[in-house]
């Protein structure tokens, strides 16, 4: 099936979290990195915990519900900001923020979502951290849900390529959870969908969950080997995490396919670097500089004299 994918095969690092600020802007931030970083395995229980209420609850997995959260912070610019952030781009209904003891407070109505936990859990982390990049901490989230009458979305074969265009289009929202649904509904009516389980990748990513991304990428290039944009991606996600041996193998096995991607030839030279072999990596960046990379150029003049 033909159809537009992410490409998302730039000279990229993967980050566990976001990027640590320096001490000025840590001191003035009200919702800090270590702090982001501390809560970020409790805001994936709080999902859990939530999940496993419903379901006690009587949920049925894939019921649609619509949420209420909570953000504060310790400005109603940065509150108002985030609002107006998430009443544009996700589509919520969001309240003025307002003075809530010694912080201040914003309440919203979500979109509705099919409920099962992977679609909480990675719903539930992008609100996290879009809260963070905002300077806002998500500071809980709820639901009314009638279990008796439950509704959900249809799961007609035809509607493959809505979901995945509804995925992509969220995705450019940066409504990372829900483009991960979206994609999530492409699998399950497509089992055999490489571009889905490769655009559910980059989002998981993004959301620091790189186990359950390169996962993804694995199912992509399992079910479609010659897929070079996922192989790269793998690859990178690898050598950030440790593996230059497994990033190694692929940078080859997509130059192998692709002899002109300079994607490839520049990051398998940060593998090379990372291992040690610098005279391999400068040869590498001078190829993908050769090839067009711009930033090749910039590796080469830091380590290759």
Same mark, same amino acid.
């Given at each position: 099936m033909n159809r537009v994918v992410l490409q998302f095969t730039v000279s990229i690092v993967f980050f566990c979290c976001p990027t640590k600020e320096n001490k000025a802007q840590t001191m003035?931030?009200?919702?800090?990195?270590?702090? @982001?970083?501390?809560? @970020?395995?409790?805001?994936?229980?709080?999902?859990?915990?939530?999940?496993?209420?419903?379901?006690? !609850?009587?949920?049925?997995? !894939?019921a649609l519900g619509t949420f209420d959260i909570v953000y504060i912070s310790d400005s109603k610019k940065k509150l108002d900001s985030l609002g107006g952030f998430l009443t544009q781009n996700y589509g919520f209904k969001m309240k003025?923020?307002?003075?809530?003891?010694?912080?201040?407070?914003?309440?919203? &109505?979500?979109?509705?979502?099919?409920?099962?936990?992977?679609?909480?859990?990675?719903?539930?982390?992008?609100?996290?951290?879009?809260?963070?990049?905002?300077?806002?901490?998500?500071?809980?989230?709820?639901?009314?849900? &009638?279990?008796?009458?439950?509704?959900?979305?249809?799961?007609?074969?035809?509607?493959?390529?809505?979901?995945?265009?509804?995925?992509? &289009?969220?995705?450019?929202?940066?409504?990372?959870?829900?483009?991960?649904? !979206?994609?999530?509904?492409?699998t399950k009516i497509n089992p055999n969908d490489p571009n889905a389980y490769y655009s559910r990748a980059i989002a998981k990513n993004e959301l620091h969950t790189w186990k359950s991304a390169l996962r993804d990428y694995d199912k992509a290039i399992e079910l479609a080997p010659n897929f070079v944009d996922a192989i790269v991606n793998r690859a990178a996600l690898k050598d950030n995490n440790g593996d230059y041996k497994g990033a190694m193998e692929d940078y080859n096995r997509a130059i192998e396919l692709k002899t002109d991607n300079p994607v490839a030839y520049f990051n398998r030279g940060n593998t090379h670097l990372n291992l040690g072999d610098k005279k391999l990596a400068c040869a590498d960046w001078s190829k993908a500089k050769e090839l067009g990379s711009q930033s090749a150029d910039e590796r080469m003049k830091e380590h290759c004299h």
């Amino acid at each position: 099936m033909n159809r537009v994918v992410l490409q998302f095969t730039v000279s990229i690092v993967f980050f566990c979290c976001p990027t640590k600020e320096n001490k000025a802007q840590t001191m003035t931030r009200y919702f800090t990195h270590e702090e @982001f970083v501390s809560n @970020f395995q409790k805001e994936m229980v709080s999902a859990q915990d939530v999940y496993n209420q419903f379901k006690k !609850n009587g949920l049925t997995d !894939n019921a649609l519900g619509t949420f209420d959260i909570v953000y504060i912070s310790d400005s109603k610019k940065k509150l108002d900001s985030l609002g107006g952030f998430l009443t544009q781009n996700y589509g919520f209904k969001m309240k003025s923020s307002a003075k809530a003891g010694d912080h201040w407070e914003m309440a919203g &109505d979500t979109k509705p979502i099919p409920v099962d936990l992977e679609n909480l859990l990675y719903w539930a982390l992008d609100l996290y951290v879009k809260g963070f990049a905002f300077d806002c901490r998500l500071d809980g989230y709820g639901a009314m849900m &009638d279990h008796r009458k439950p509704e959900f979305l249809k799961m007609d074969p035809t509607l493959e390529v809505h979901y995945f265009k509804a995925g992509l &289009d969220a995705y450019n929202k940066r409504d990372l959870g829900s483009a991960i649904i !979206n994609w999530t509904l492409v699998t399950k009516i497509n089992p055999n969908d490489p571009n889905a389980y490769y655009s559910r990748a980059i989002a998981k990513n993004e959301l620091h969950t790189w186990k359950s991304a390169l996962r993804d990428y694995d199912k992509a290039i399992e079910l479609a080997p010659n897929f070079v944009d996922a192989i790269v991606n793998r690859a990178a996600l690898k050598d950030n995490n440790g593996d230059y041996k497994g990033a190694m193998e692929d940078y080859n096995r997509a130059i192998e396919l692709k002899t002109d991607n300079p994607v490839a030839y520049f990051n398998r030279g940060n593998t090379h670097l990372n291992l040690g072999d610098k005279k391999l990596a400068c040869a590498d960046w001078s190829k993908a500089k050769e090839l067009g990379s711009q930033s090749a150029d910039e590796r080469m003049k830091e380590h290759c004299h």
